[in-house]
């Protein structure tokens, strides 16, 4: 069965470093969305991307963050200046429709 | 806007006991409704969802759910747990805005099977 994948499963930084945390989409899905989940809370939508362009973006999702999709598979989110209320899983995704989700394992950010 | 509670943090049920979860959504429209099982260290796996028609929804491993608009409910039931159930499992919400599928879950309900 097709799968997304996220690189890499952990990821430890210092607070005000910039992450690029990596995502692999299925190949024929056309949404990708990211969305995180602090420990202990509920998942939460970060941003969804379709046509090479961001679809919709939560309050969340502020200047710090931001989406690429630069080569064609790989879909990538970046955090420019990490703080501490970064930490947490966050999860890659990718849809057909309707709804067809299929989520990657995550990736556990850690800010130091 | 749309929400979820799951009313449930932690519950415990014996392997072969029944289960169910709660689950109560708020959202003005007719909603697509979402469960989601996460195991230690995996992703989110999609078990079950209900768009319209049948408002009992059969799942994979079992699960079934119910949807019941009076009540604003959908709750996920299994008549008999296995030790494998162990996770936590996830409703969400879809709202459609343009196009764009975007969900909104729960804060989850961690399930402990004990033999």
């Known amino acids: 069965e097709p799968e997304v994948t996220q690189t890499p499963s952990h990821q430890v930084t210092q607070m005000g470093q910039e992450v690029i945390l990596r995502c692999v989409p299925i190949?024929?899905?056309?949404?990708f969305y990211w969305y995180r989940q602090i420990l202990g809370q509920k998942v939460e939508f970060l941003v969804s991307?379709?046509?090479?362009?961001?679809?919709?973006k939560s309050e969340i999702f502020d200047d710090q963050f931001s989406v690429e999709r630069p080569d064609g598979s790989n879909f990538t989110l970046k955090i420019r200046s990490t703080k501490l209320e970064d930490s947490a899983m966050y999860f890659c995704?990718?849809?057909?429709?309707?709804?067809?989700?299929?989520f990657g394992s995550g990736t556990r950010l850690t800010v130091v | 806007a749309q929400s979820v509670t799951q009313p449930d943090i932690h519950i415990t049920v014996s392997e072969g006991a029944s289960l169910e979860l709660r689950c109560n959504y708020s959202?003005?429209?007719?909603?697509?409704l979402f469960w989601y099982v996460q195991s230690p260290g995996q992703g989110l796996q999609l078990l079950l969802k209900?768009?319209?028609?049948?408002?009992l929804v059969q799942g994979i491993k079992g699960f079934e759910a119910e949807f019941k608009r009076s009540q604003s409910s959908f709750n996920l039931r299994k008549p008999s747990v296995h030790w494998s159930d162990a996770a936590e499992y996830f409703c969400?919400?879809?709202?459609?805005?343009?196009?764009?599928?975007?969900?909104?879950f729960g804060t989850g309900t961690r399930l402990t099977i004990i033999p």
């Open positions: 209900y768009f319209s028609g049948d408002t």
């Open positions: 991307f379709y046509n090479n362009e961001i679809s919709e």
């Open positions: 959202y003005g429209a007719t909603p697509y």
């Open positions: 190949s024929n899905h056309l949404y």
């Open positions: 995704a990718s849809s057909v429709r309707t709804y067809g989700y299929t």
């Open positions: 969400a919400v879809g709202v459609t805005n343009f196009g764009n599928e975007k969900l909104t």
